[in-house]
């Protein structure tokens, strides 16, 4: 077995080291005040960085919600719309038919009493006919 491990870190170390600023805690301490002046500087800069990509990415993210919130409004209101147009139809319907019913009921009747008229014409026939044939019989009124 080998005691020479890898450092886990130092993939970490060498990639920061090449961006030209150090991780904390990953350096030796320093005595000279320049030196950590300009190491703040460069933290600074870099904190300065994320929170501008922070603040770019959740105005992002707020922004592609509010766009999700619009357009399954915007697809509510279609699918009402259309639901409303179906029901004004139907309801358009129902109403025209309702404003029909005297004309629907007339032109019930009209069909009845043309139904009936054949038949009524058939009795009226069939009466004058026996008519003439009942004339010819006299009643006689004394015994």
Known sequence: MSTNSPDPLDFLKNMWGNM??????MVTPTLDVDE?????TNMKAVEGWLKMNLQTLQMTIQ???MQRMTLQAMQAISQ???SNAQDSSANANAFANAAMW??????GAGAAT???????????TAAAEA????????PSAKG
Not at 20 to 25: E, V
Not at 131 to 138: D, E, N, R, S, T
Request: charged residues 20%.
């Open 36 to 40: 950590l002046e300009k190491q703040i």
């Open 114 to 124: 043309a139904e009936a008229a054949p038949a009524q014409a058939a009795e009226e």
């Open 80 to 82: 009402a719309s259309t």
């Open 131 to 138: 008519a003439p044939a009942a004339k010819g019989k006299k």
């Open 102 to 107: 005297p004309w629907n009921l007339m032109a």
């Open 63 to 65: 922004g592609l919600e």
């Open 20 to 25: 030209g600023f150090n991780l904390p805690g």
